[in-house]
């Protein structure tokens, strides 16, 4: 059932694999009553080919949720894309109308909402409510032909046919999850945005639903944007990381480079603050403080009031982005520095030893 | 953890049993929620135990069968030498300034109307302490002083959505220390909290332990984290408990079919450390109709014929931990209970 090395072949074709978005330089603002606007992002860029997956990480507050919203052109009212663009099969997302963006929203890029206790109606079943998705690509077409396409998906997602007629209630936390899955999946999207798709769930639930994802991802070649805190979901479900951090790009790599050669300080502490199974006897760190305000953002670094080696710099200037190597991007001005004092700096391609273990 | 101290609770043979509501008028025969069935588990002064499990295997009724909240079925249940069983109103009350809870949710749990100081001093006035209000004063700031809310003076007249999240979680700490409990009963303490601040919430819990030589119960289903905090671990399924033992043992040597898949889907922070996952499928089954023999078998991958016969108890393994389970070999050997 489980294809035994989960190594992923995958990695290396992942070059070859044509681009699918590509986002550059996307800032969005705030804008607040009476005072300046809130920065909630600035000057994100990402690329995404057919069939990635991509984690997108970082603590509440850093713009996740502000960066799907902009992708999706849902954000509410006060909030402004100032700058920036979204390439999508030849078009800019940014710039199309209301009406041109309705026609990819669904269609060519879905969403799994956080929260499947939430995010379905309680007063329909579950058979109309992916039909309602389904409807929306085809228009109103025969009733069986809605209903074998509801029977297909729910397969697809593993839920039997006799149960589509069930209300949510009737479901259990996972069933609705899956349910989620099979109303975004209803219109052969290329883009599915998960949205801290596991959180609420048990661990065993939790698992079969990245499982899940997984085998539908191969299946349907699917490209998944995983918007997450959860770095050990990160490690098992994508190929390239985007750590963000009080709106701006931290690091973005590979997994592999991520996890094992990380170069942004900040990157580094919340690796250290995650438990490993692996290494229970380890003491767990914290990250002092906490993330900043979008409206009371520090001068300098967002980081930097927290960061363990931050110098002068840090607190009077923002750091660039800066490509360590092809795929390897991270901003900080000391990118060649460990906690422990400078090293690693002579060459960028040597696996750096020491950076997960510096505790000890 | 000194052996010679008596455990702070014990636990024998609880059981807490909720009926259901007959529809049926016919069907005379009454149905239970079996939510924790034939627990025993020891406490030690200043140790902590984590009781993991998935949602519904009665860890929940447990903590709150604890804390004199649910009327147990059948089975003893003393904190510090007391029967909580026996116990009602005032007595009920005194018993509950020995164990008080660390909720999971602070941005759920702080009245947003009271101020901090209000908020701590709070449990000191429904238990009639310390009246005299320079002393009762005194005591919150203690409380949170010991919570690291720094200094705490200056958060007294503070409102809670003035706080981030991790402090949120230190007032509710704090309010749960003020009566100097024996036990925290900590359910999911950070499961809520940014992962960069969970590490504080766990230290701060370990440093009260030092410090106040408080025990701590944590109920959690997050494997991650208990390695780090745990002195026992207790894993739960379908009111049973099916392993118990030290920490270490059980998280590089779990033997429980159970304990084993959950360990196996704990998400591992390292691309390069992906293994194969157990992935057990279907859910936990309901707890009114439970299977025959072992409550595991129709989920376990290793099971056999005679396991949905016999119903296995807890026995010591060689591994120097206790299991439930048939397939695993007990350390004296005997014929199955």
């Known amino acids: 059932m489980i294809d035994q090395p989960r190594s992923r072949s995958r990695a290396a074709d992942l070059d070859q694999a044509p681009i699918l978005l590509e986002l550059s330089h996307l800032s969005t603002d705030f804008l607040i009553k009476d005072s300046p606007p809130a920065h909630a992002l600035v000057d994100v860029s990402f690329t995404l080919r057919e069939g990635e997956a991509l984690g997108l990480v970082g603590e509440s507050g850093c713009g996740k949720t502000t960066m799907m919203l902009s992708l999706m052109r849902l954000l509410p009212a006060n909030g402004r894309i100032i700058e920036g663009t979204a390439q999508f099969g030849g078009v800019d997302l940014f710039s199309l109308s209301e009406k041109e963006i309705a026609g990819v929203r669904w269609k060519e890029i879905s969403m799994i909402f956080q929260g499947a206790m939430n995010a379905l109606n309680p007063v329909r079943t579950i058979s109309d409510q992916i039909a309602e998705a389904f409807i929306l690509q085809v228009g109103r077409v025969d009733k069986k032909v809605v209903d074998d396409r509801v029977i297909s998906l729910l397969d697809l997602v593993g839920i039997s046919a006799d149960r589509r007629k069930q209300y949510p209630h009737q479901y259990s936390g996972g069933m609705r999850q899956r349910a989620m899955i099979a109303m975004a999946l209803a219109c052969n999207p290329q883009i599915v945005i998960a949205d801290e798709p596991t959180t609420a769930l048990d661990v065993m639930i939790q698992a079969q639903i990245l499982e899940l994802l997984e085998k539908l991802r191969d299946k349907l070649g699917l490209s998944i944007i995983f918007v997450t805190h959860d770095l050990g979901v990160v490690a098992e479900m994508c190929d390239t990381v985007l750590v963000m951090y009080g709106g701006v790009t931290a690091e973005y790599a590979s997994v592999d480079a991520i996890y094992n050669e990380p170069r942004h300080p900040y990157t580094r502490e919340l690796l250290r603050a995650f438990p490993d199974l692996n290494r229970p006897t380890a003491k767990l760190a914290s990250i002092p403080g906490f993330p900043p305000r979008l409206n009371a953002l520090p001068p300098g670094c967002r980081f930097a009031p927290r960061c363990p080696i931050a110098q002068d710099i840090c607190h009077i200037e923002q750091p660039e982005l800066r490509w360590i190597d092809a795929g390897h991007a991270a901003s900080c001005h000391f990118l060649d520095l460990l906690p422990d004092g400078p090293a690693a700096a002579a060459s960028p391609n040597t696996p750096s030893q020491n950076l997960l273990n510096s505790e000890s | ?337």
Request: net charge neutral; with cysteine; aromatic share 4%.
């Open chain 2, 1 to 337: 953890m000194e052996e010679a101290l008596p455990p702070i609770i014990e636990i024998k043979a609880l059981c807490k049993y909720f009926p259901i509501k007959q529809t049926n008028l016919f069907d005379r025969e009454e149905k239970f929620v079996h939510a924790v069935d034939d627990v025993s588990l020891v406490v030690g002064v200043a140790e902590v135990l984590a009781l993991v499990g998935e949602s519904g295997c009665g860890k929940s009724t447990l903590a709150l069968t604890l804390m004199g909240l649910e009327k147990t079925t059948s089975g003893s249940l003393q904190i510090a030498g007391q029967e909580v069983t026996e116990l009602k109103g005032s007595g009920l009350r005194a018993m509950r300034r020995n164990i008080q809870m660390i909720f999971q949710d602070p941005y759920e749990s702080l009245n947003p109307l009271m101020s901090i100081g209000d908020i701590v001093a709070e449990p000191l006035k429904v238990h009639g302490l310390v009246k005299d209000k320079q002393a009762r004063q005194e005591r919150v700031l203690l409380a949170l002083e010991d919570a690291g809310l720094k200094p705490a003076a200056s958060f007294i007249q503070r409102l809670p959505h003035e706080l981030s999240g991790g402090q949120r979680q230190r007032v509710v700490i704090a309010a749960a220390l003020v009566l100097e409990p024996k036990v925290l009963l900590a359910d999911e303490p950070v499961s809520m909290l940014d992962v960069s601040i969970r590490a504080e919430i766990l230290n701060l819990l370990l440093e009260l332990r030092e410090r106040r030589g408080v025990s701590i119960l944590m109920i959690t289903h997050d494997l991650g984290t208990v390695g780090y905090v745990a002195d026992r671990i207790a894993v739960m399924y379908l009111g049973r408990i099916v392993e118990i033992g030290p920490t270490l043992s059980i998280m590089q040597n779990p033997q429980h079919p159970y304990s084993k898949a959950l360990l196996s889907v704990a998400p591992v922070p390292n691309p390069r450390q992906r293994r194969e996952r157990i992935i057990l499928q279907g859910e936990t089954p309901n707890p009114i109709d439970l299977p025959p023999g072992c409550r595991f078998h129709p989920r376990c991958p290793v099971a056999q014929p005679h396991c949905s016969q016999i119903d296995p108890r807890l026995r010591l393994i060689p591994a120097g931990h206790e299991v439930a389970c048939l397939e695993v070999k007990p350390k004296i050997t005997s014929g199955p209970g």
